[in-house]
């Protein structure tokens, strides 16, 4: 089973700013990696896969990059209904299984 | 629009049964392969089981497996999950999801295994 390790836990950023969230994962998955975004109450909603490819309608700021065991999710500049939990998501290995991340709470600062 | 609608969630006493059903609209059911995920409480996303379009692989976590079984009927656009041997643990909201990453979730059902 492939093992996706998220850093930080925590980040607490002002908005206006740059967030930077890592993945890193135990095994190569390629470019196979999905980020998610969720706010509280609320379904996850697709943001990036592929590693860097943006899903339908979500805004330019955010961007995805890498390739192999390490990926980033980058929000360029941090507005007030970015912040959230995200999680990435490998999908290399599916069939038969897929892993996620434990997650990158994102605070206010 | 992806819609997934997931039902049959609730209480249920350790070591009974459930089985969770997901009727999906919106896009050709047949076309994608389908997956479970679940989130316990305050906790993360965690991958449950998923099939591939026509049913011919399936997978499990390590977590479920032995226990919880996995299917689809392409012509009623349904997925199912049959949760046998359930313990505390598997207590969780229940997101139905579709394709290889996930482009739609349902709004959840959720499962709650206590005495």
């Known amino acids: 089973e492939i093992v996706m390790t998220q850093s930080p836990a925590t980040l607490s950023v002002s908005p206006g700013e740059r967030a930077t969230l890592s993945c890193r994962a135990s095994q190569s998955v390629n470019t196979y990696l999905a980020w998610y975004q969720q706010k509280p109450g609320q379904a996850p909603r697709l943001l990036i896969y592929g590693a860097s490819t943006r899903a339908t309608g979500v805004p330019a700021r955010f961007s995805g990059s890498g390739s192999g065991t390490d990926f980033t999710l980058t929000i360029s500049s941090l507005q007030s209904e970015d912040f959230a939990s995200y999680y990435c998501?490998?999908?290399?290995?599916?069939?038969?299984?897929?892993?996620f991340g434990q997650g990158t709470r994102l605070e206010i600062k | 629009e992806v819609q997934l609608v997931e039902s049959g969630g609730g209480l249920v006493q350790p070591g009974r049964s459930l089985r969770l059903s997901c009727a999906a609209s919106?896009?050709?059911?047949?076309?994608?392969?389908m997956h479970w995920v679940r989130q316990a409480p305050g906790k993360g996303l965690e991958w449950v089981s998923g099939i591939t379009w026509n049913g011919g692989s399936v997978g499990y976590a390590d977590s479920v497996k032995g226990r919880f079984t996995i299917s689809r009927d392409n012509d009623k656009k349904s997925l199912f999950l049959q949760m046998d041997s359930l313990r505390p643990d598997d207590t969780a909201l229940y997101f139905c999801?579709?394709?290889?990453?996930?482009?739609?979730w349902g709004q959840g059902t959720l499962v709650s295994v206590s005495s």
């Open positions: 998501q490998q999908y290399d290995t599916w069939p038969p299984g897929v892993s």
């Open positions: 919106g896009f050709t059911f047949d076309d994608y392969a």
């Open positions: 999801v579709v394709g290889d990453y996930y482009v739609g």
